[in-house]
């Protein structure tokens, strides 16, 4: 109502908030990956795949299933969407998954309805320059849609303003204890 801006920091700064979703993303993380297949019986059961397995189990050189999860959810929580790039050998089989920046990626939809993402260079990911990817590249992982249905909006929209006004309780409560527990004017 009165047009404030909260900045992610800010509100990150936040105890709840930070427990929220640094809780929320450590449990998830914990969550074994598991490849399932329907049987012949119609009843779903765990397989192992080495074209998929390897993957589930380690995404990428630089992080394991656990911390890639707690980021894909990290991501999610703070910003809405999470987005991870694909990586193919040369049968076109996934051989690994970058999570990446999501204010660093923009999706882009051309008047024939296709959707195409627009990468920001990421050096983690191998991305060195700015690139436009087919949505068949990307893993687009989004929270609820309220505005646009390739936009995820973050919980942090909904709390921003009561992060903020605990913040600003935190610090008029820091000046009175600092002024050794004396109200000003006295």
Known sequence: ???VEYSQETVLAYHAVYSCVTLIANDIGKLRPKLVEKGPSGVWGEISNPSFSPVLRKPNPYQNHIQFKEWWVTSKLLHGNAYGLKV???RAVVIGIYILDPSRVKPLVTPSAEVYYEIQQNNLANVMESVIVPADEVIHDRMNCLFHPL???SPIYACGSAATTGI???GNQEKFFANSSTPGGI
């Open 1 to 3: 109502q009165q047009h």
């Open 88 to 90: 193919r050998d040369g």
């Open 151 to 153: 936009v995820g909006i």
């Open 168 to 170: 600003t309780i935190e």
